[in-house]
């Protein structure tokens, strides 16, 4: 067993089994995983996979009692993801990918913030408009492959669907802040195969490769993040203690519209 000290909370990691334990009261709401025959759909090569590979573990709304009402104030959730090492077919694991949804009466799409805590990270994010128009052909503006580490967390802004990969050779553990009433869209993800990029790992090297059931993958970037105190990420500190401290600072995840330029300038 080993603490998830980058999480700031009492979360402990099983080495054995790849399962999170939450102590000192800590709760966690609900829990699931996902092998890859339920990746189907999604992957860069299914033909020949090991079916019952597990891929990853998510846990919901965790959170200390003494917390949950700030929490319910601003309508966000905490949330773990722990993405088991290895590869499906020399894919890096990765979760299932989506986009989110508009903000009611704006015209923008919600936010999210994630934060590596153990592990590392590849996000894959692209820009596209028009991902809740069934009759247009999905048109990526700019895609990015965003490498994050232990310690480090970046906002995830309007309009960039994404899917998180383990980028490293342990398990990789991450936490999200996100809008509990945020709409999420998978089957623009899925109706293409996945996001615009796959992330191979051959003879220990990673290789991100486009997606060719898109019309067109613009050139990607790969890039590392930038911190932001002015909006709660800074390396270092858990992002679940920078909003206890300060939930102000999180506004940007229901009123995007005045942080655009500063979310986007830190990718
Ligand atoms: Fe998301």
């Known amino acids: 067993m080993r603490e998830i000290i980058t999480s700031g ?28 025959y339920q990746m189907k759909g999604l992957l860069y090569q299914e033909e020949g996979m090991k079916a019952d590979e597990h891929c990853y573990d998510f846990y919901r709304d965790i959170v200390f009692e003494k917390h949950r009402a700030l929490f319910a104030k601003y ?14 077919n020399s894919e890096c694991k990765k979760t299932s990918g989506h986009y989110h949804g508009y903000i009611p009466g704006e015209q923008l799409t919600y936010p999210e913030v994630y934060e590596v805590l153990s592990g590392e990270a ?6 596209v408009k028009n991902f809740d128009n069934p009759d247009e052909e999905i048109e990526i503006g700019e895609i990015k492959a965003v490498r994050v580490k232990a310690g480090q967390a970046i906002i995830i802004p309007p309009f960039w669907g994404h899917c998180s990969i383990n980028g490293g050779t ?5 936490s999200n802040i996100a809008v509990v009433s945020c709409p999420l869209h998978y089957e623009p993800i899925k109706n293409k195969h996945g996001l615009g990029l796959y992330a191979l790992r051959n003879n220990g090297e990673i290789q991100l490769v486009k997606n060719q059931s898109y019309k067109s993958v613009p ?4 890039v590392t993040p930038l911190e932001n105190s002015d909006l709660g990420i800074e390396f270092g500190k858990p992002v679940y203690q920078e909003f206890i401290k300060s939930p102000e600072k999180f506004d940007f995840l229901l009123h995007p519209d005045r942080y655009l330029d500063a979310m986007e300038a830190m990718l």
Not at 21 to 36: N, Q
Not at 75 to 88: A, E, K
Not at 122 to 127: A, C, F, G, R
Not at 170 to 174: E, G, K, Q, R
Request: charged residues 30%.
């Open 75 to 88: 309508d966000f959730r905490y949330d773990i993801t722990v993405i088991m090492p290895g590869t499906v």
């Open 219 to 222: 050139d990607f970037k790969v």
């Open 170 to 174: 342990d398990a990789l553990v991450f």
């Open 122 to 127: 590849i996000y894959i994010l692209q820009k």
């Open 9 to 36: 909370l009492p979360i402990w990691f099983n080495e054995e089994t790849m399962r999170l334990e939450f102590r000192e009261g800590l709760t966690v709401d609900s829990d699931g995983g996902k092998d890859a």
